[in-house]
């Protein structure tokens, strides 16, 4: 074999494997007209680095979908994930930025519906039984009301974008149960809250599969890394305010931007 046919035969393997091993894909992904919808986890509260144009959306340039769209240069991107935001004003206030071209979705919603943060304020400043109450409270939101939302939601984000490839992504588990932590919350309050999380993501999963819309959980990406943890991702009840209970910049890049592109 001359030498010219022996490295185009060894091109041509190198480029099979690269292709079955997904080394490709940041060619692919160039192609893509991608549009992240979402809450607070989306747009990147608590990690810092706030673009100005985005207000009290608090849109980071270390969010994942920022971090996503850096590494693979796509065909168009979109943010308009905002903190505080419900499925009802994804809905309303974000869905204008799909169209019939748009390729890719990524959206974290549902949170804000059954008062999260109405909850972990509850949790952090009133007893363990009132705290386990207002867990059950929205533990029965979630299995009541909140699916027709995900569903009209997920039927709103189809029709506007027939083609795309949507990405459902979950919440992190809080806390690492019999932890470091040595203060705070009870043991007790902390096992209800880590369960509710299990029933949201539960949820969440099973109505972006009768969507037809890809799910990734988070909760293996940040295992290790809760709150009690001794190497937490998520931030505690700290200032300000808002940025409790939400993923850091190592958590966006570690943990959320793994779990997305593993279902991109």
Same mark, same amino acid.
């Given at each position: 074999?001359?030498?010219?046919?022996?490295?185009?035969?060894?091109?041509?393997?190198?480029?099979?494997?690269?292709?079955?091993?997904?080394?490709?894909?940041?060619?692919?992904?160039?192609?893509?007209?991608?549009?992240? =919808?979402?809450?607070?986890?989306?747009?990147?509260?608590?990690?810092?680095?706030?673009?100005?144009?985005?207000?009290?959306?608090?849109?980071?340039?270390?969010?994942?979908?920022?971090?996503?769209?850096?590494?693979?240069?796509?065909?168009?991107?979109?943010?308009?994930?905002?903190?505080?935001?419900? #499925?009802?004003?994804?809905?309303?206030?974000?869905?204008?930025?799909?169209?019939?071209?748009?390729?890719?979705?990524?959206? #974290?919603?549902?949170?804000?519906?059954?008062?999260?943060?109405?909850?972990?304020?509850?949790?952090? =400043?009133?007893?363990?039984? #009132?705290?386990?109450?207002?867990?059950?409270?929205?533990?029965?939101?979630?299995?009541?009301?909140?699916?027709?939302?995900?569903?009209?939601?997920?039927?709103?984000?189809?029709?506007?974008?027939?083609?795309?490839?949507?990405?459902?992504?979950?919440?992190?588990?809080?806390?690492?149960?019999?932890?470091?932590?040595?203060?705070?919350?009870?043991?007790?309050?902390?096992?209800?809250?880590?369960?509710?999380?299990?029933?949201?993501?539960?949820?969440?999963?099973?109505?972006?599969?009768?969507?037809?819309?890809?799910?990734?959980?988070?909760?293996?990406?940040? #295992?290790?890394?809760?709150?009690?943890?001794?190497?937490?991702?998520?931030?505690?009840?700290?200032?300000?305010?808002?940025?409790?209970?939400?993923?850091?910049?190592?958590?966006?890049?570690?943990?959320?931007?793994?779990?997305?592109?593993?279902?991109?």
């Amino acid at each position: 074999m001359s030498t010219r046919s022996l490295g185009t035969t060894l091109a041509t393997l190198v480029l099979g494997v690269a292709t079955v091993l997904g080394l490709a894909q940041p060619a692919a992904a160039a192609g893509h007209h991608y549009v992240a =919808l979402g809450d607070s986890y989306s747009s990147g509260v608590g990690a810092g680095s706030y673009t100005s144009e985005s207000g009290d959306c608090k849109r980071s340039t270390v969010a994942y979908p920022q971090l996503w769209s850096n590494a693979n240069a796509p065909a168009s991107f979109k943010f308009v994930a905002c903190s505080g935001a419900t #499925t009802t004003s994804v809905a309303s206030s974000q869905l204008s930025a799909l169209s019939s071209t748009t390729t890719l979705v990524s959206v #974290t919603a549902g949170g804000n519906d059954i008062g999260f943060a109405d909850v972990m304020q509850t949790c952090v =400043l009133q007893s363990e039984a #009132t705290c386990v109450a207002a867990v059950n409270s929205a533990v029965s939101q979630m299995q009541n009301s909140l699916p027709g939302k995900l569903d009209s939601l997920y039927s709103s984000i189809r029709s506007r974008a027939p083609q795309a490839r949507v990405v459902v992504l979950g919440y992190p588990r809080f806390y690492k149960l019999s932890g470091s932590c040595i203060a705070g919350l009870t043991e007790t309050e902390r096992s209800a809250i880590n369960n509710a999380g299990d029933v949201l993501n539960g949820v969440i999963a099973k109505r972006a599969a009768n969507a037809g819309f890809a799910w990734s959980s988070v909760v293996d990406e940040f #295992t290790g890394h809760e709150l009690c943890s001794g190497d937490a991702w998520l931030h505690s009840v700290t200032i300000p305010i808002g940025n409790s209970y939400h993923p850091k910049a190592v958590g966006q890049s570690s943990g959320y931007l793994p779990a997305f592109r593993s279902a991109v």
